[in-house]
């Protein structure tokens, strides 16, 4: 008998197989999935590693199922996007520019949020953020990893709003992020973002002064939409 852990584990792998699929769209729209048995052949798992695969997929919004119809593929509208996985599935497909725009419209609704933390955040929340900013001075350096750096820095910002719901965003603002400064970073032509600017989002966080933290994020997120813009611009003759 598969211990509960292992079972857990091997659920997630298949989650991961069976999830990267349906977004890719490789069974179809609103398709029917194959029953049990049958995905439990297809990728060799348990039947007991397949149910709980399913059952995980319906959580994400990714599978549905109904009386005499089985399991199917829901519509992508139903799909739980906030979901770290279900996320990470979507940016595998091939860039989307529709997509690229909605992620920063998203962040740009949440991330003025270190206006919040200039006004709430403690000393830890503050200590966080300038570790976060050390990380990307030595990734300038050649010495970290710069979107890992860039990434802890813009999460340590939601973090330190003290607001709780707008530490539930950092997974998906972590995803997000993840995609979005890669893609920037390239139109821009730098390997990563200007230690200044978030630089000043940081002094801005430690004066407490709401507006100047404000509207520093906002700069980087103009700025943002503006390379994307003019990376998906048609070319001449294009």
Do not use: C
Not at 225 to 235: C, S
């Amino acid at each position: 008998m598969e211990s509960p852990r292992r079972t857990s584990n091997l659920s997630q792998q298949l989650v991961d197989r069976i999830g990267a699929a349906i977004v890719r769209g490789d069974y179809g729209t609103e398709a029917s999935l194959p029953i049990e048995a049958k995905l439990s052949e297809e990728f060799q798992a348990s039947r007991s590693v397949t149910r709980e695969a399913i059952k995980m997929l319906t959580a994400k919004g990714l599978v549905g199922s109904r009386p005499r119809r089985g399991t199917f593929v829901e519509p992508e509208t139903n799909w739980n996007l906030l979901d770290p996985d279900v996320l990470g599935w979507i940016l595998q497909r091939t860039y989307s520019p529709q997509l690229m725009r909605e992620f920063l419209q998203v962040r740009m609704a949440v991330e003025p949020a270190a206006a919040l933390a200039a006004q709430m955040a403690n000393e830890k929340g503050k200590a966080r953020i300038r570790e976060a900013l050390d990380g990307m001075k030595a990734a300038a350096r050649g010495e970290a990893d710069p979107l890992l750096t860039d990434i802890a820095f813009h999460s340590a910002v939601l973090r330190a709003s003290g607001n709780r719901f707008f530490a539930q965003f950092v997974p998906f603002v972590e995803t997000a992020l993840r995609f979005t400064i890669q893609v920037t970073n390239r139109a821009k032509g730098v390997r990563m973002a200007s230690v200044g600017d978030h630089e000043t989002i940081l002094r801005a966080i430690e004066a407490g002064d709401a507006a100047q933290a404000s509207r520093a994020v906002t700069e980087i997120l103009n700025e943002a939409i503006a390379l994307v813009a003019l990376r998906d611009e048609p070319r001449p003759g294009g």
